[in-house]
């Protein structure tokens, strides 16, 4: 018996999620944490983590380190992502976090994020021919998969915390502003050649402002007390894009009450949904598929293989 403990250190979050994987190899989830530190924080073009984002990352970390020490057999695998990978002192960051909390960071590509984010998906949702989208605070990856293997992935340096912060989409949002946001945004998906294969092709998506997405739609549309799982959850696009446009209409305190926004997302969920609405427009897509699970269930199942072809 062991307990595999993934912490999942991103741009806005950072999340742990503990499984138990029994003698005879039963998986129970027994955590499942997050907390909002928001660490790319006023990083700025220097790329550079700053002091108070730190202080609040490390408070978190602890916090985690607190359950997981207390159990049995921990397997810990700490992963950051865009926020560590793009930031001009990592060294210093990681280094800190070894010495106050004995911890260590794999700080892993956006590629190999991209993979653990196709192995979440394509476990638990019956999908083989599809595009997966996951966009983070600094980064968003996509995947196309054909015949449930991987046939082309990539890492895109922005995400909602970028986005927001380098075109003003944080508070009341002006024409101009969303225009340079979504130019910005354009240019990049423009340079991925293999998007023209993923032409009305499944979309799936996971990532902070993607869910978002899905939880004002459910709460728009069922009862708080009979909301459907979110993991599986489909929303046509013209849905999709009438909840955004409500979004870029209101200022932050507006969207800091609409029913199934965290209040922390309120200033980069227009900017962290802008990437989405350019893929469903672009790929010509009617409707989405909405993922719970992504890198750290990716993790889990990566862990499992390996472990296996060892045996």
Not at 213 to 241: C, M, T, V, W
Request: net charge neutral.
């Amino acid at each position: 018996m062991e307990n595999y403990v993934v912490i999942d250190l991103g741009s806005n979050s950072v999340r742990l999620r503990i499984t138990n994987i029994s003698d005879d190899g039963t998986l129970t989830v027994t955590h499942q944490l997050k907390e909002y530190v928001r660490l790319s924080e006023n990083m700025g073009q220097e790329k550079t983590l700053k002091q108070e984002p730190i202080k609040r990352t490390l408070q978190a970390l602890k916090s985690f380190k607190d359950i997981y020490s207390k159990l049995e057999n921990p397997n810990v695998n700490a992963i950051a992502t865009a926020a560590v990978r793009q930031a001009a002192n990592q060294k210093d960051f990681l280094d800190l976090v070894k010495k106050k909390l004995d911890l260590e960071f794999n700080v892993i590509t956006g590629e190999r994020e991209a993979y653990l984010d196709f192995l979440g998906v394509t476990k638990t949702l019956p999908v083989k021919d599809c595009l997966i989208m996951d966009t983070g605070g600094a980064s968003t990856e996509l995947i196309l998969a054909k015949n449930g293997q991987v046939q082309n992935l990539i890492s895109l340096p922005f995400g909602s915390v970028t986005i927001s912060a380098a075109h003003h989409l944080d508070d009341k949002i002006s024409a101009r502003h969303l225009f340079d946001a979504m130019t910005s945004v354009e240019k990049e998906l423009t340079n991925v050649d293999w998007l023209t294969e993923a032409h009305k092709i499944p979309l799936i998506c996971l990532g902070g402002s993607n869910r978002t997405l899905a939880k004002i739609a459910r709460r728009r549309e069922f009862q708080a007390a009979n909301l459907p799982e979110l993991h599986g959850y489909r929303l046509p696009s013209d849905k999709a894009f009438e909840i955004v446009g409500d979004l870029i209409d209101m200022d932050k305190k507006q969207r800091e009450s609409v029913p199934g926004l965290a209040k922390s997302r309120a200033d980069v969920v227009v900017g962290g949904l802008t990437p989405l609405v350019l893929i469903l427009r672009t790929c010509h897509i009617d409707e989405i598929l909405f993922s719970n699970h992504g890198l750290r269930e990716g993790s889990l199942f990566d862990y499992l293989e390996n472990k296996k072809q060892l045996s």
